[in-house]
T-cell receptor, first 111, second 110 residues
Framework: NAGVTQTPKFRVLKTGQSMTLLCAQD?????MYWYRQDPGMGLRLIHY???????AKGEVPDGYNVSRLKKQNFLLGLESAAPSQTSVYFC??????????FGSGTRLTVV | GQQLNQSPQSMFIQEGEDVSMNCTSS?????WLWYKQDPGEGPVLLIA?????ELTSNGRLTAQFGITRKDSFLNISASIPSDVGIYFC??????????FGAGTRLTVKP
């Protein structure tokens, strides 16, 4: 039982490059979330999805886009990476309760 | 938006000592949660609290939902090296949004 799997685990981008972070869950969860974690700021919600085909903005959505074409996958895209997007990104899922299951994170550096 | 303030930011303790940390909010929460993040991993849920005044234990961990519903406390008794990590409080805001505190980083010296 893999739970929530994030790929890649590490990535270095140049300013202006684009990339997609993939989150996959095998628990048939309805709700999926993308958070970013920065030192001293905890986790902040970027975007979330309450079901296949739906997406919504969280607390810090600017510079990111998401898609949920399949229930088990939630993609986070950076169209034009900026140094301010250097962070650790976490995906989480739940079936409606508050016990989120998190992935192990993607560490992104934008230079 | 709803802000969660955790204190202390970091703690350095000796193995065997007890630990206390807390979380306060500018507004009322109906649920309080405590997560732990091990180095290099995502957060894992430790304890969930659903009622004001509730006291819940999970092994050596005990958490309390404050009477005012604006605060919560986490205690760890007889700390061990594997307690090292970052402890986050969290509470559900609107729009299916879980708000997290900035975390308390715990270091346990053997």
């Amino acid at each position: 039982n893999a739970g929530v799997t994030q790929t890649p685990k590490f990535r270095v981008l140049k300013t202006g490059q684009s990339m997609t972070l993939l989150c996959a869950q095998d628990m048939n969860h309805e709700y999926m979330y993308w958070y970013r974690q920065d030192p001293g700021m905890g986790l902040r919600l970027i975007h979330y999805s309450v079901g296949e085909g739906t997406t919504a903005k969280g607390e810090v959505p600017d510079g990111y886009n998401v898609s949920r074409l399949k229930k088990q996958n939630f993609l986070l895209g950076l169209e034009s990476a900026a140094p301010s997007q250097t962070s650790v990104y976490f995906c989480a899922s739940t079936n409606g309760n508050y016990g989120y299951t998190f992935g192990s994170g993607t560490r992104l550096t934008v230079v | 938006g709803q802000q969660l303030n955790q204190s202390p930011q970091s703690m350095f303790i000796q193995e065997g000592e007890d630990v206390s940390m807390n979380c306060t909010s500018s507004s009322i929460f109906n649920t309080w949660l405590w997560y732990k993040q091990d180095p290099g991993e995502g957060p894992v849920l430790l304890i969930a609290l659903y009622k004001a005044g509730e006291l819940t234990s999970n092994g050596r961990l005990t958490a309390q939902f404050g009477i005012t519903r604006k605060d919560s406390f986490l205690n760890i008794s007889a700390s061990i090296p594997s307690d090292v990590g970052i402890y986050f409080c969290a509470g559900p805001a609107s729009n299916n949004d879980m708000r997290f505190g900035a975390g308390t980083r715990l270091t346990v010296k053997p």
